[in-house]
């Protein structure tokens, strides 16, 4: 390192780029530790598992299943193999640590592996396959998701992640507002009612999951894609509105999804529908805590606070409002005044929840012009001009949200936005 001819790389350069004369010599540094026996030991699962599923894959497509290969799949498929995979990942001590493991698994072929035996799973109609089938589908969304949740390794996965299946896995129930989550009758198991139920819950909130992690990355032609595809806002929809409200993480992932998609300002012409707009309203007003939702405070706030910021980025952008705007600004005016930034940032932290971007925010927090301007407006409601305003507020309560947390912070200054967030206070 003393020589002046001393080249350092980062971890995220490739050495393919230098060439090495004679005498010169290569020193890694290891800055990290890593399970990597357990991350190898499930690479290694992922294969041979695999192997075995594609070899009886032809079979499975018969109706019934043949029992003999029934009592197979309970011998080779063991889904606690995953288990063992996500508890060294979720308790391992630093961020470091975490994104060591997350690598050696996707280097070592784990990444390619996850989403083969996804495809391959797919190709099976849902309701005919065995419960064991249909947990290993979970069980690939449960992991796809866990692995594209990390900021620091999320270029490396979300680059490679086939997105057509994760929307495949969201479709295999179809969601309806204000009505059961019905999973369909499978033959194989005498799991029935609630048990199956909550399964496919389950199904739809890591699908849901790793959806939120592919809009908060990167790419306009994916949220335009969505965001234009009438089913795909159904099936979300019916994700915001389906019962039981129990399952409250669903609530929030496919509310999460939202904001994300609005990033595109040419997703507006889409998310702006009425129906769509009436189904945030109806979710905001539902979000407080019952006995048949069960949700903690923590949970309701951060709903209504999705809610808000997936309004207030639509309204922002509208010539024209209608009266269901009055319903929008009478909700917006009781969370603003009970909105507290560094509660909300506590139960972001506790829920798990990571929005990433922040130019989309800043965008609205200084279109201060909005608020001035004259809006055509359904009758002369002061609160249509309020309403305006509003969306400012939330998008500068927004920053400071994010400002409680030190990594958002570090994010935003690696970003070069944080002179824009200090001033943002001088746009009111």
Not at 365 to 372: D, E, I
Not at 405 to 421: N, T
Request: net charge negative; proline share 5%; glycine share 4%.
């Amino acid at each position: 390192a003393s020589d002046v001819n001393s080249t350092v790389l980062s971890s995220k350069e490739s050495i393919q780029s230098y060439s090495l004369r004679n005498g010169d010599g290569i020193t890694v540094e290891f800055t990290s530790e890593a399970d990597v026996a357990v991350m190898l030991e499930t690479v290694a699962y992922l294969q041979k598992t695999l192997t075995f599923f594609e070899s009886i894959e032809p079979q499975l497509l018969l109706l019934p299943t043949p029992r003999e290969l029934l009592a197979s799949l309970q011998t080779e498929i063991n889904v606690t193999q995953f288990d063992a995979f996500r508890n060294t990942y979720q308790s391992a001590k630093s961020p470091k640590r975490q994104i060591a493991d997350v690598l050696i698994f996707i280097n070592a072929g784990g990444l390619d592996l996850l989403q083969r035996f996804h495809s391959a799973i797919l190709r099976l109609p849902f309701k005919a396959m065995p419960l064991q089938v249909q947990l290993l589908e979970f069980e690939m969304c449960q992991m796809l998701w866990t692995l594209s949740s990390n900021t620091e390794t999320e270029a490396v996965v979300l680059k490679e992640l086939k997105l057509d299946n994760i929307v495949q896995s969201l479709f295999r129930v179809t969601l309806v507002p204000n009505a059961i989550v019905v999973p369909p009758p499978n033959p194989y198991t005498q799991w029935q009612g609630d048990i199956q139920m909550e399964f496919v819950n389950y199904l739809i909130i890591t699908s849901l999951g790793c959806l939120s992690c592919v809009l908060e990355y990167e790419s306009p032609n994916i949220q335009i894609d969505l965001a234009s595809n009438h089913k795909f806002l159904e099936q979300i929809e019916g994700g915001l509105q389906c019962l039981p409200a129990s399952f409250k993480n669903r609530y929030l992932l496919a509310m999460s999804l939202l904001p994300a998609l609005a990033y595109n300002l040419d997703t507006h012409r889409y998310l702006c529908k009425p129906h769509m707009i009436q189904s945030i309203i109806r979710t905001w007003r539902n979000a407080d805590p019952t006995p048949e939702n069960n949700a903690t405070r923590g949970e309701s706030i951060y709903l209504k606070y999705l809610a808000a910021l997936q309004i207030t980025m639509l309204c922002a952008t509208r010539d024209r409002y209608t009266t269901q705007y009055l319903q929008i600004s009478e909700l917006l005016e009781q969370f603003l005044r009970e909105a507290d930034a560094t509660e909300l940032h506590t139960h972001e932290k506790e829920l798990g929840y990571v929005l990433n971007k922040y130019i989309p925010y800043l965008r609205v927090a200084y279109m201060p012009y909005y608020a001035k301007r004259t809006v055509q407006a359904c009758g002369s409601d002061p609160r249509y001009r309020n309403l305006q305003m509003m969306c400012i507020e939330t998008h500068v309560l927004f920053f400071q949200v994010i400002l409680n947390g030190e990594r958002e912070r570090k994010r935003m200054v690696d970003q070069g936005l944080m002179d824009y967030v200090v001033c943002l206070p001088s746009v009111l």
